[in-house]
């Protein structure tokens, strides 16, 4: 977001209600919101409001024209809809005709906020009761232990379906902005969904809603002398009708912070352990795609390539990946392998940053952990660290990539708390094959991440 910029103008899309208790909410936050009380003042500061003078030293407005009212006729047929996947493709069909209004203006707003009634939710949510990871963030700021996978499938139809508007959308559930709404649910192991204190709200909310307009809340820091790097994460997904696994990227753009999408071709599955892999020609297609829109933002290629995967490195891969970067002629790359669980004895975490290099390929990082500026653990359940593989590893020192791995794990903007397990590399690709699959082969989406997350 540049200087000058410092207003940002939002458009809400929802029924009356939910649009008015909104708008509400956020001429709120203008003044601030107090911090809760706790023992831990540190892990709950106060929200300083929204001004120049804020912590984004930005002011977010709604004018009544960036404003797109559900009828109640229209939520009638939603809500009364007997099947599921209908019930969901008119909630998405109505909001995305919304959002295309606002954004054919002569003047759009520059972030769109899909603001869902309690019976939109309600009605969306099939509510199956699958453990989810417990360090996965919903765009809504709530937290859950379960996934809700109508609620996903209309979250990422609704993604992808506004991707060619060329505007970010936010969605937001009433419980973020009314301390009085009440979402019921349909599992009883499911009636005590926790809902984060209304400043730790705020927070989260309006540094995805800066991202999303243009800005960048923190970045990662690097020296002078630092060589160009850019980090590829490697994600596998299945087509909506579970046929075939496909395959997303998300690339993040060194200390700047921008990450851009790309897509990549059909994935392969290992006869011996049934991971999936890509061929060495799409590995090379993918690689030589991902350097070419680092050139064409930076103008140049970058120095150093670094890529994640949550599964081994195939040989194919590994052959496909190096032809690419020879290609490039880049002088250094390093091939991280991250398998993400690893458990471990004992009764307090570790302090966040805690690592230890088991031989020259492999290493241990706690990505969670106690904290000492929060002078406790901020987390819910056990952490377990990192296990990390190094299947290329060019840069000489362990210590360059222990650290740019926890400084990636910082690098999640729907929410300020920076203690993330996972490397947004992996983060992000995984969260935007959910919105890809709903992509059509043929389309190519907007390579920005800030229209995913």
Not at 25 to 43: E, F, T
Request: charged share 25%; proline share 5%; aromatic share 10%.
């Amino acid at each position: 977001m540049s200087e000058s910029n410092k207003v940002v103008r939002l458009g809400v899309v929802g029924s009356a209600d939910a649009i008015g208790k909104f708008r509400e909410w956020v001429i709120q936050c203008q003044n601030g919101v107090p911090a809760k009380n706790s023992r831990q003042p540190n892990l709950f500061p106060s929200f300083p409001g929204l001004s120049s003078g804020g912590a984004f030293r930005t002011s977010f407005i709604i004018e009544d024209r960036d404003v797109g009212i559900l009828s109640r006729s229209t939520l009638s047929t939603i809500t009364s809809e007997i099947d599921d996947e209908t019930a969901i493709a008119l909630a998405v069909e109505a909001y995305v005709s919304e959002v295309r209004s606002l954004a054919e203006q002569d003047r759009p707003p520059q972030v769109i906020v899909c603001a869902l009634p309690v019976e939109v939710i309600e009605r969306v949510s099939s509510l199956r009761a699958t453990l989810d990871d417990p360090d996965t963030e919903e765009d809504t700021f709530e937290t859950s232990r379960y996934v809700d996978r109508a609620q996903s499938n209309f979250r990422g139809s609704l993604k992808a379906g506004t991707l060619n508007l060329r505007i970010p959308i936010q969605l937001v559930w009433p419980t973020t902005y009314d301390n009085n709404a009440v979402v019921r649910r349909k599992l009883a192991t499911l009636s005590t969904r926790k809902v984060q204190d209304e400043a730790t709200r705020a927070w989260n909310f309006f540094c995805a809603l800066y991202y999303k307009a243009g800005g960048t809340p923190w970045r990662m820091i690097r020296e002078k002398s630092d060589i160009s790097t850019t980090f590829l994460g490697i994600s596998f997904f299945k087509n909506i009708d579970g046929s075939a696994l496909k395959t997303s990227s998300a690339q993040l753009f060194d200390e700047r912070g921008e990450g851009l999408i790309l897509k990549g071709g059909l994935a392969l599955e290992d006869k011996t352990d049934r991971q999936p892999y890509l061929s060495a020609d799409d590995a090379f297609s993918l690689t030589t795609k991902a350097l070419k829109t680092y050139k064409k933002e930076h103008l140049h290629y970058p120095g150093r390539l670094v890529i994640h995967k949550s599964s081994k490195f195939h040989p194919e891969e590994m052959d496909g990946f190096s032809k690419a970067v020879e290609a490039a002629e880049l002088e250094i790359a390093d091939f991280l392998w991250l398998p993400v669980k690893l458990f471990r004895n004992g009764i307090y975490p570790p302090l966040r940053g805690t690592a230890m290099r088991l031989d020259e390929d492999k290493s241990i990082l706690y990505t969670r952990g106690s904290v000492d500026f929060f002078a406790t653990y901020p987390g819910l359940y056990v952490p377990n660290p990192l296990f990390i593989i190094a299947q290329r590893r060019d840069t000489p020192s362990w210590d360059v990539l222990l650290r740019e791995m926890l400084a990636l794990t910082k690098m999640n903007w729907n929410g300020t708390q920076f203690d993330g397990a996972l490397p947004v590399t992996l983060r992000a690709a995984k969260q935007v094959g959910e919105i890809l699959k709903y992509v059509a082969d043929e389309t190519t989406p907007d390579p920005r991440y800030r229209f995913y997350m």
